[in-house]
Structures are given as structure tokens and as C-alpha cells.
């Protein structure tokens, strides 16, 4: 079949893609090292979908803001089925797949801080009841290769906490949010041998939103931050298996700023 008869024989549709339409007609722009260069570029911003990706996003939003009122409302009521693993993707499961149990949880969106009163500790970490969590493959992932997973880690309970954020660090946090890698102790390579490969969306350097570097304290202070999250992602992603980038956007690029979520590309090592 020639690449022409391909792409006929998979039609668009206009709500998640499958994984033939990503292949076919959204193919991924970005290789893993240039993702782990832009997740570690100080501007999260840099991670992008396939541009006609985002169109067919930006217009299942809307319709399905329109249905249900909001994101937020949709994802609590429908999408996120706390506790229980993700039988709904159209891309198949998250990687790993978590072992929790097949006991369903609700919660309407006025319950969902409510529901973690007295959890410790009150903040996502390798410790967190199954209940409070939903892990599912992003229905709408970045553009990444085919053996990249993009899953999300959905929470009930805070990724920010006060407790977690000193107030020095707090309005870095805000502008530039939290990341971190596992799996490889190589560096990812430097930014400017992969800002090419956004050409396309006019990225330069002048235009990324960077905080300046911090003291040694800030820098120690961002870690501790960020460490919650790195622990849930070694115990669920385990090093001798995987590599991943995981971040959580600040809230300038949260698309669902009412809940709180963590975003892992993950790669199986060889």
C-alpha cells in the first residue's frame, strides 16, 4: 500500500485520535532526546502537540465544553474514573500498568479536595491510596514517537503544597512549575542543538519564559519541591525498565488548572 492509500484508509475523525490516525496523519515532530531537552529548557511551553492535533483539540474542547459545562466537569464526571484502571483510551493502557483495585470511587468536583482531609502526607507521593489517583493514557498526547507513552497522573490531592513550597521559590514555581528525569544518568543534550525542530511554532530563545538560575538554597529548595513527584514516578516506572521526563506544567499552562496532574513521557529501555 503506497503512503497515499495509507492515509485514505485511515479516515479523521474529530474527537480522541487512535493510534493509526497519530501515525498516519499526525506523525510525531519530535524525537525523545529533543523532548527531554525542552522538558528540561526551564520553559515547559516548548512541549507541543502536532499543530493539526491541536486544531482537532482546540475544537473537541469546545464542543465538549459545551455538553458538559467544563473541562473539569467532564473529566471528574466521565473521563477520570478514580481508582480504577483505564479502560477508556482509544490508545490502550497506561505503561506500567498499575495494580489497583477494581473499586471505582466518585466524587463531584466540591468533594475533591474535601475527600483527602486528614491523608498523609495532604500532597501526591509514592504513598497515595489508589482511590485519590487516576492514571490514564493522555487521550491528546504531545507529539511524541510512537515508543514514547504520554500518560497522566490525575490526583484528588495537591501537587503544590505549602508545605512542599518555601515562599522564596514560590513565583519561580508559579512561571516555570516542577520536572525531573529517571532512567538515564546522560544528560539531556543541550537546547540549541534541538530548538530547530520548533521552527515551526516561531520558538526562538528570545521568546521562551525562563526563570534566571537561583542561588544554591533556591536550586536545593526546587528539588525538594519537585521530590514527591520524582518518588511516585521511580516506584511506578522502575528504573532498570524505563526512562522518563515527568513534569508538572505552572499554572500559565495548565489547560485544566482545577485539577491537579503529572505529566510522564516514558520510554522502555531495550
Known amino acids: 500500500m503506497t503512503a497515499a492509500e495509507t492515509v485514505v484508509a485511515v479516515p479523521i475523525g474529530t474527537g480522541p485520535p487512535t493510534r493509526e490516525e497519530l501515525r498516519v ?3 510525531a515532530q519530535f524525537t525523545w532526546e529533543q523532548l ?3 522538558v528540561n529548557s526551564g520553559d515547559l511551553g516548548l512541549l507541543k502537540r502536532h499543530k493539526a492535533l491541536q486544531q482537532r483539540y482546540n475544537l473537541w474542547v469546545a464542543g465538549i465544553k459545551t455538553e458538559h459545562g467544563s473541562m473539569v466537569n467532564y473529566l471528574v464526571n466521565r473521563r477520570l474514573q478514580w481508582g480504577m484502571p483505564d479502560t477508556l483510551s482509544l490508545l490502550g ?13 466518585s466524587a463531584a468536583l466540591t468533594d475533591l479536595q ?3 482531609t486528614g491523608l498523609s502526607p ?3 507521593s509514592m504513598s497515595t491510596p489508589g482511590e485519590y489517583l487516576s492514571v490514564i493514557t493522555n487521550d491528546w498526547p504531545y507529539s511524541v514517537p510512537a515508543s514514547v507513552t504520554h500518560t497522566l497522573v490525575w490526583t484528588k490531592i495537591p501537587i503544590f503544597h505549602p508545605s512542599l513550597i518555601d515562599p522564596s521559590i514560590q513565583a519561580r514555581i508559579d512561571q516555570d512549575g516542577l520536572w525531573g528525569f529517571t532512567g538515564s544518568s546522560i544528560p539531556p543534550p543541550p537546547l540549541e542543538d534541538c530548538l530547530e525542530a520548533l521552527s515551526d511554532w516561531g520558538v526562538t530563545r528570545e521568546k521562551m519564559i525562563v526563570s534566571e538560575s537561583g542561588t544554591e538554597e533556591e536550586e536545593a529548595l526546587v528539588k525538594k519541591a519537585g521530590a514527591p513527584v520524582h518518588a511516585y514516578v521511580l516506584s511506578k516506572w522502575k528504573e532498570e525498565d524505563w526512562e522518563t521526563a515527568w513534569f508538572v506544567n505552572p499554572p500559565r499552562l495548565q489547560s485544566v488548572p482545577g485539577l491537579a496532574h503529572v505529566h510522564v513521557f516514558a520510554r522502555r529501555k531495550d
Open 25 to 27: 496523519h499526525y506523525p
Open 36 to 38: 527531554r531537552a525542552f
Open 93 to 105: 493502557p497506561p505503561f506500567p500498568q498499575d495494580g489497583i483495585p477494581s473499586v471505582a470511587t
Open 114 to 116: 474535601s475527600t483527602a
Open 122 to 124: 495532604p500532597y501526591l
